[in-house]
């Protein structure tokens, strides 16, 4: 069995992951229902994503973390602003034109939004924690996962 990735491993293949629905949305142009379906996917990986960061990365980057605080409040800002986006999307009527407009939107914060949090945020967590504390956070994280999905819906 090949070594787990820490917790920034776990939150990178997730950006991937946004990365990649974002580029098949754009792309499918002619098909309104794989839109809605690629969309709801988004949706549901984005509120996950950015509730495990919030609970299990935040704050020790705020305690642990130079500069931490100002950090945590500059993804927390964006993780609102990304949360907005997606219940302005739900909110629409389908082929509502402005379905379009609001992707535009979501995606160009969503890109700004990853590539910061990897170039500040991780890359701060990196330097400060040491690799068996961003181990022993990216266990709790697969444990909670886990018990969420023994639970069910």
Excluded at 7 to 16: K, M, N, V
Excluded at 21 to 34: F, M, Y
């Amino acid at each position: 069995m090949g070594r787990r990735p820490d917790i920034l491993g776990e939150f990178t293949a997730e950006h991937r992951a946004v990365e990649d629905l974002l580029t098949r949305i754009e792309a499918g142009q002619g098909d309104p229902a794989e839109r809605d379906r690629l969309i709801g996917r988004l949706t549901d990986l984005l509120f996950s994503h950015c509730a495990a960061e919030e609970e299990h990365l935040f704050p020790v980057v705020q305690h642990d973390v130079p500069d931490g605080g100002a950090i945590v409040f500059r993804c927390i800002h964006d993780h609102l602003a990304i949360g907005q986006y997606l219940a302005d999307l739900q909110a629409l009527p389908a082929g509502d034109p402005a379905l379009d407009t609001l992707l535009r939107g979501l995606a160009e914060l969503l890109r700004r939004h990853l590539a910061a949090e990897e170039e500040r945020l991780f890359a701060a967590a990196r330097k400060a924690l040491p690799a068996a504390a961003r181990n022993a956070l990216a266990e709790r994280l697969r444990a909670d996962r886990a018990e969420i999905a023994e639970a069910g819906p």
